[in-house]
């Protein structure tokens, strides 16, 4: 049970076009799902919480107009890179904590590796 | 604020010697604590989780943490490695309070190298 799926596992565009990573709870309701951007060899930087049906709320230093995310359900978020550039490149995990648990047990997808070129 | 420290960035042992990875926390609240693994190109997987509960928690693969409240630690274990415990591990923190936007703090990682 509690699997995470991302989709896709991995893309490559070209500079100056939108990118789109879905995130799903495959088996379980999600109202909370978190979107973190890893760099080589480096650790985890939350960039956004969203809760579903309301407004993600961003962190300090991430552009909310460049990287869109939309909780459309209990079962899927979605994350837009929009105008991506060679920078944004990186790996993306999303995250999805199920409904009615009250220890932050968060649930991780495996991750989409975007190259922009 | 949260935070997590965890003491070096790779740690190596042999086959079959104990493992021991470090993590200090910084919390003004209660926390909940976590320990996750990582292989290559891949999300987070939970080895186990600290919920003030019993302060010694095991976990899957034969990992365990003991949550020292006087240290501020959670430091994990194995008695013994195996080769496919080669990965990346993060230590996290989260508050005990049940908010709607309650937040991982995640340390910077240590990888762990496993020798024949």
């Known amino acids: 049970g509690a699997v995470v799926s991302q989709h896709p596992s991995r893309v490559i565009c070209k500079s100056g076009t939108s990118v789109k990573i879905e995130c799903r709870s495959l088996?379980?309701?999600?109202?909370?799902m978190f979107w973190y951007r890893q760099f080589p060899k480096k650790s985890l930087m939350l960039m956004a919480t969203?809760?579903?049906?309301?407004?993600?709320?961003?962190e300090q230093g991430v552009e909310k107009d460049k990287f869109l995310i939309n909780h459309a359900s209990l079962t899927l978020s979605t994350l837009t890179v929009t105008s991506a550039h060679p920078e944004d490149s990186s790996f993306y995990i999303c995250?999805?904590?199920?409904?009615?648990?009250?220890?932050?047990?968060?649930?991780f997808g495996p991750g989409t590796r975007l190259t922009v070129l | 604020a949260q935070s997590v420290t965890q003491l070096g960035s790779h740690v190596s042992v042999s086959e079959g010697a104990l493992v021991l990875l470090r993590c200090n926390y910084s919390?003004?609240?209660?926390?909940?604590l976590f320990w996750y693994v990582q292989y290559p190109n891949q999300g987070l997987q939970l080895l186990l989780k600290?919920?003030?509960?019993?302060?010694l928690v095991k976990g899957i693969n034969g990992f365990e943490a003991e949550f020292k409240k006087s240290e501020t630690s959670f430091h994990l274990t194995k008695p013994s490695a195996h080769m496919s415990d080669a990965a990346e591990y993060f230590c996290?923190?989260?508050?005990?309070?049940?908010?709607?936007?309650?937040?991982?703090?995640f340390g910077t990682g240590t990888r762990l190298l496993v020798s024949p």
């Open positions: 995250s999805a904590r199920p409904a009615g648990v009250s220890y932050n047990e968060q649930f």
């Open positions: 088996d379980f309701q999600a109202t909370t």
């Open positions: 969203s809760n579903e049906g309301s407004k993600a709320t961003y």
């Open positions: 919390s003004s609240v209660p926390p909940y």
């Open positions: 600290y919920t003030s509960a019993a302060t």
């Open positions: 996290a923190v989260s508050d005990q309070v049940n908010t709607g936007f309650q937040k991982l703090v």
